[in-house]
């Protein structure tokens, strides 16, 4: 199948919580979990790029990969959300939610999807560092807009090195549709 000549649009935000093995020390993907009203993402690319001149001109650039520094903008972040990944703790009796400084966040694997003209695109983040959000809302005049919420994401190396995979127009498609069943690792052959 041809590549894509377009990619459009952006669903299906799903986040995996991470946990450590205790034997061997890496990392555990939870069960992804729906984010539901994602409105836009920007993935910008961390890393250095460094020029070495020799002969009176550039004669060697190199990059480094250090991932990505994500902005997320949602319609609202789910209790579920600031529970799972943020730490916040939600009272059992009276229902109230509580942030505490001495919360701890937890990583995540961060899975999304973008359409494409010819078969949408799936990415998966698999090292994911969430900061707490801003809140902010406005107050209501004739009409009463919504106040989206932004998440900030920083999406580093794994120890392996990888950081981001995703699927292509002719991933087959046992593992596409199976995507947001699990965080995908290739079978070691």
């Not at 061997?24 to 939870?30: F, S």
């Not at 919420?149 to 498609?173: F, H, I, W």
């Amino acid at each position: 199948m041809a590549d894509n000549k377009v990619v459009y649009g952006l669903k299906n935000v799903h986040y995996a919580v991470i946990t450590q093995d205790v034997e061997t020390g890496g990392d555990i993907y939870g069960t992804p979990i729906a984010l539901k009203g994602a409105t836009e993402i920007s993935l910008e690319p961390k890393g250095e790029t460094s020029d070495f001149y020799a002969d009176d001109m550039l004669y060697y650039t190199t990059t480094t990969n250090a991932g990505y520094e994500c902005t997320l903008t949602l319609a609202n972040i789910t209790n579920e959300f600031r529970q799972n990944v943020l730490g916040e703790d939600l009272e059992t009796l009276n229902k109230i939610m509580t942030e505490n400084t001495n919360q701890r966040t937890n990583k995540i694997a961060f899975m999304f999807e973008f359409d494409g003209d010819q078969k949408a695109i799936r990415h998966c983040l698999y090292n994911c560092t969430v900061t707490r959000p801003s809140l902010t809302s406005a107050t209501k005049t004739e009409t009463a807009e919504p106040q989206p919420q932004e998440l900030t994401l920083v999406s580093a190396p794994r120890e392996d090195g990888v950081v981001k995979r995703s699927t292509t127009v002719d991933t087959p498609s046992n593992i596409y549709d199976a995507w947001y069943n699990t965080v995908y690792e290739p079978a070691v052959v």
